[in-house]
Nanobody, 125 residues
Framework: QVQLVESGGGLVQAGGSLRLSCAAS????????MGWFRQAPGKEREFVAA????????YYADSVKGRFTISRDNAKNTVYLQMNSLKPEDTAVYYC??????????????????WGQGTQVTVSS
């Protein structure tokens, strides 16, 4: 089991940037795929980005492609989400998650067994 703690959220103007971090504890971090999801008020949780255990493969939702970058540092047990050119529609609580399926990349919430508590990102227009 992996325990996850997100940080780095906040209030930013449209066009600005934020970098989210997700610190993981547990010996299995470096061997599992990781993902970022977000949930806006009144909406379902949606996939944002995913990364393979090695960091060599990434996958993004169309809505963030070209603006967000997911990365990981297995030596620091941390996964990151660099968010650039932020838009008001990016406002949400952002969650990191670790996968429990044996696949290179996972994108469905059901593929992830451990979740962080979330960090709020608010983008003002």
């Amino acid at each position: 089991q992996v325990q996850l703690v997100e940080s780095g959220g906040g209030l930013v103007q449209a066009g600005g940037s934020l970098r989210l971090s997700c610190a993981a504890s547990g010996r299995t971090f470096s061997s599992v795929a990781m993902g970022w999801f977000r949930q806006a008020p009144g909406k379902e949780r949606e996939f944002v980005a995913a990364i393979s255990w090695s960091g060599g493969n990434t996958y993004y939702a169309d809505s963030v492609k070209g603006r967000f970058t997911i990365s990981r540092d297995n030596a620091k047990n941390t996964v990151y989400l660099q968010m650039n050119s932020l838009k008001p529609e990016d406002t949400a609580v952002y969650y990191c998650a670790s996968s429990w399926v044996n696949r290179l990349i996972a994108t469905r919430p059901a593929d992830f067994g451990s979740w962080g508590q979330g960090t709020q990102v608010t983008v003002s227009s």
